[in-house]
């Protein structure tokens, strides 16, 4: 099931990568927040760990529902363009994606030997990260960039679960703290204030 | 307790930053002050002090670099006030920025004192994206874009941040469970981690993080141009205190990873300073104006903080530390008087100060500009001899002394083209262009003698006997 959940989680994040309408995006990140939330429950059901359970409840109802649905909303009044064309073409960023994984993989592989759980998955969480920088790099837009910021903190996350069974929970909760203080923050830089002097 | 009165003058910052009246801003710029108390009693306390348990603790090294902190964000709320005289600022964009400044105080207060990775990180994250707002309180087209910059670039730097923490972490956890985010505990069994390349590679990433924050190759110029699209006092704040905040962080990390293995991190490290300096120093050569003069230069110092602390230096690095946290601050609050009566003319710069205000104000300047160059008996002066003399005695050590002298040599050359340009630069300011009347006031002219006496008290007996202590 794990696998199974980690696979969904790189699809999505790859599909992400393709997309060229900003809504469609946002249902791409949602989907990659709710196979990272799945996979905390699922892995914290297993270790019997209730800390991880709680951090995938709060994934998922902040990352894979409220973060969009306040992303979409901000998308509307401030009236994004939400036709968003990728600057790499298709054709390269096809090559690029199995190119990034691949060369995850083998930097992965001294460490096969030195964590307990699958060193795959340390690949694929490095894999999503450079995946996230690419969608970063990939716009123009600011929109899919701030998507791009959001799938990093996922990457993180899944690194955060797989390669150390779960983070302290002190931890946990001061990073979403700190991704809802960047969704402020991402909120007030879109604000167009006017001089008042 | 302790924590209480660390936190309160933040808090008040806040909520006072709520009420729309004009004298609120003195109100505001005093509670600043209110941060000296606690840090007072910080120093008479025995250490290492437990504010949280195991998470916030203070010992030697953080209690100091949370005061000179403190004394920079206390010299920059003098020079806030008269911030309007300066630049164009609305009222509500002043106590916003306040409000920012508040939060960016309390991760300040997080990652300085932790002493958990975790908590470390979350701090560093605060105060960074408290910082993104402070940019766009200049309302022009710049800085809106490279207040987006800072949050892109920033978050990437920070990202690459905790996965190392992550990795680290997970090097770890094995042998000391959750125990593993604590930075003593980690440093105490830093020989038993059973897998020195995660630590290793977790380092490295982390390591490149907080380089990219702080400005290194090859991300030079991001910072130089954030500092000039934003007021003056974000680069002040940025110099004097975020870079803080970055540098105990790789403090902690690298004595961690020197117990793991002290010569991969000397040769990462060292290659990666000696190209940022080589890169920095061609870009003061050709900065035109005193924003991205003085960011490079932070640049340039910071290269030179880390690279004395893992050359066995620890002493320089705190001394050249201190230094550069009081005088860039000073120089880029110095250069909103510069500035005002036309942006990017240096020449000239220095002419037309009158009055006791302004002359003050015009010796305090040219104080800091010689300064900063390390012209003795600028602490920077003694803080490089040291640093450098420690350089030789480790590579003697290593059976590398040729090369270290080459390093050494090229160091030399490329700190004397910057020192050749700063010269350069002060004389045009002194000798050329027209003269102009400009003005300055007591808040700015205090601000800067609180610099200045701060810097004279580096090269106090009692505070390098401490700054020893701590090494």
């Known amino acids: ?197 | 307790m302790m924590l209480t009165l660390l936190l309160l003058p933040a808090v008040i910052m806040f909520v006072v930053s709520f009420v729309k009246q004009e004298r609120v801003k003195y109100l505001l710029a005093f509670t600043s002050f209110m941060i000296l108390i606690p840090i007072v009693k910080l120093f008479l306390l025995s250490k290492p002090y437990n504010i949280l348990g195991s998470y916030l603790i203070a010992d030697e090294l953080d209690t100091y670099i949370f005061l000179v902190s403190s004394i920079v964000g206390i010299g920059v709320t003098l020079a806030l006030l008269t911030l309007d005289k300066h630049v164009k600022v609305s009222p509500n964009a002043y106590r916003r920025f306040y409000r920012f400044f508040a939060i960016f105080w309390v991760g300040l207060i997080f990652s300085i004192l932790s002493n958990h990775m975790g908590i470390y990180w979350i701090g560093l994250e605060l105060a960074t994206l408290s910082t993104v707002y402070m940019i766009k309180t200049n309302y022009t087209a710049a800085a809106h874009k490279e207040a987006w910059n800072y949050m892109i670039v920033g978050a990437i730097a920070i990202s690459l941040v905790l996965f190392g923490i992550i990795l680290m972490y997970a090097s770890a956890k094995p042998i000391l469970g959750e125990e593993a985010m604590q930075f003593d505990v980690l440093l105490a069994h830093a020989k038993d981690i059973p897998s020195p390349f995660l630590f290793e590679m977790g380092f490295a990433i982390t390591t490149i993080g907080m380089f990219v924050k702080m400005g290194f190759f090859p991300m030079n110029l991001w910072l130089a141009n954030i500092e000039r699209a934003s007021f003056y006092p974000v680069a002040a704040l940025f110099s004097g205190i975020l870079e803080s905040a970055v540098i105990i962080g790789f403090f902690r990390f690298s004595k961690i990873a020197m117990e793991v293995n002290y010569d991969h991190l000397f040769i990462f490290v060292f290659v990666y300073t000696l190209l940022t300096i080589f890169i920095v120093s061609f870009l003061i050569y050709r900065a035109k104006d005193f924003m991205r003069l003085f960011s490079l230069s932070g640049v340039e110092h910071m290269a030179l903080i880390v690279m004395f602390w893992v050359s066995g230096a620890p002493f320089a690095a705190l001394l050249h530390f201190g230094a550069h946290a009081f005088l860039k601050p000073a120089l880029f609050l110095s250069s909103g008087v510069l500035e005002s009566n036309g942006k990017y003319k240096i020449a000239g710069a220095l002419k037309g100060f009158v009055g006791i205000k302004g002359n003050t104000f015009l010796f305090l300047v040219s104080l800091f500009l010689l300064a900063i160059i390390s012209l003795p008996p600028s602490p920077m002066f003694f803080s490089e001899l040291y640093g450098f003399g420690a350089m030789i005695t480790t590579a003697k050590e290593s059976n590398h002394i040729l090369a270290m002298i080459g390093a050494i040599l090229v160091l030399l050359i490329l700190l004397s083209l910057i020192f050749y340009r700063f010269i350069s630069i002060y004389q045009s300011m002194k000798y050329e262009g027209e003269t102009k009347e400009k003005d300055v006031y007591w808040s700015e002219v205090v601000a800067l003698i609180v610099f200045s006496v701060a810097l004279l008290a580096l090269i106090f007996p009692q505070t390098l006997e401490y700054l020893d202590s701590i090494s």
Do not use: C
């Open chain 1, 1 to 197: 099931m794990t696998d199974f959940l980690i696979g969904l989680f790189l699809a999505s994040l790859i599909a992400a990568l393709f997309t060229t309408r900003l809504y469609r995006l946002l249902l791409w990140y949602s989907l990659n927040s709710l196979m990272l939330g799945l996979l905390a429950l699922g892995i914290g059901r297993n270790i019997d760990d209730n800390a991880m359970i709680l951090t995938g409840i709060v994934t998922i109802v902040l990352k894979a529902i409220a973060i969009p649905y306040v992303l979409k909303n901000l998308s509307q009044k401030f009236n994004f363009i939400r036709h968003i064309v990728p600057e790499i073409k298709v054709q390269y960023a096809i090559m690029l994606v199995p190119a990034i994984l691949v060369f995850t993989f083998y930097l992965s592989e001294p460490i096969v030997d030195m964590i307990h759980t699958n060193a795959n998955y340390v690949a694929i969480s490095i894999s999503s990260l450079f995946l996230s920088l690419l969608l970063m790099i990939e716009h123009k837009n600011v929109a899919p960039k701030i998507i791009g910021f959001l799938s990093m903190e996922n990457a993180l996350f899944l690194l955060g679960v797989t390669a150390t069974d779960g983070m302290p929970m002190l931890v946990e909760l001061g990073i979403f703290f700190d991704l809802l203080m960047a969704i402020v923050v991402i909120n007030l830089l879109f604000h167009k204030e006017e001089l008042q002097i």
